[in-house]
């Protein structure tokens, strides 16, 4: 039975998206036990009980939750390269050469794809600006944005950071918990593209932002937007 039989086909998803876009830090493991810290709209400690993986720990408290699933792949990875390291370490020189012509011969491809290829993991991110964010996932459509900031699409993101407090503002069908949690959660990430090297002009399109809605967000939440969102002056 593998690992991934524990976990729905929704949370596997989700915790590869994890692992592929290096959102897992702190990685290290014994004979029973493997730790890392899942980076998502907060930091998650993650502890798996390699031998009994019911028995696994998430801060998020959930059980065969997409950060553990995360945390797995990366096990699974470094089991992989383990595995092919100890065959590529078996073959001498000679092998390697057949085994590099046998492989280009059938997939031409592959020598542009391993030593001149762009990394396409910005692009494939920023299709997420373009995308529909369904609220039911929202807080891992949120995490998807901390990943475009780290990737430098400050201007991008609060754009569409706007346009989702826009529509929390608007839904009926939110309780005054979620659309709270949600509002936050967005807040955060407005810091966060504070603490960012951006441009003048981007800090003056918050403020003037913050001073159109502080009245509002004030008046249905009870937030300040002056002492919630910080600048460095």
Request: hydrophobic share 35%; charged share 30%; glycine share 2%.
């Amino acid at each position: 039975m593998s690992w991934q039989d524990s976990f729905q086909a929704k949370t596997l998803e989700k915790g590869y998206r994890y692992f592929d876009y290096d959102q897992i830090s702190d990685y290290s493991h014994n004979e029973d036990e493997l730790k890392a810290i899942v980076h998502g709209t907060q930091d998650y400690h993650v502890k798996i009980n390699i031998n009994h993986l019911k028995e696994s720990t998430c801060s998020c408290g959930k059980e065969y939750c997409k950060h553990m699933a995360g945390v797995l792949y990366c096990l699974e990875e470094e089991n992989q390269e383990a595995y092919i390291d100890s065959m590529v370490e078996a073959l001498d020189e000679k092998q390697v050469k057949e085994l590099m012509k046998y492989i280009l011969k059938r997939f031409p491809n592959v020598y542009d794809s391993v030593f001149d290829s762009d990394d396409n993991d910005s692009e494939a991110l920023y299709q997420i600006i373009e995308s529909d964010e369904d609220f039911e996932d929202l807080d891992d459509y949120l995490d998807s944005l901390s990943d475009l900031i780290n990737l430098g699409f400050y201007e991008q993101v609060f754009d569409k950071l706007c346009q989702i407090l826009s529509k929390v503002n608007k839904d009926p069908e939110l309780n005054e918990d979620e659309a709270y949690h949600l509002v936050f959660c967005c807040l955060e990430l407005i810091n966060s593209i504070i603490a960012s090297p951006i441009e003048n002009s981007l800090i003056n399109k918050i403020k003037a932002w913050i001073d159109f809605e502080k009245r509002y967000y004030n008046e249905k939440y009870g937030i300040i937007l002056t002492k919630e969102i910080v600048f460095d002056e």
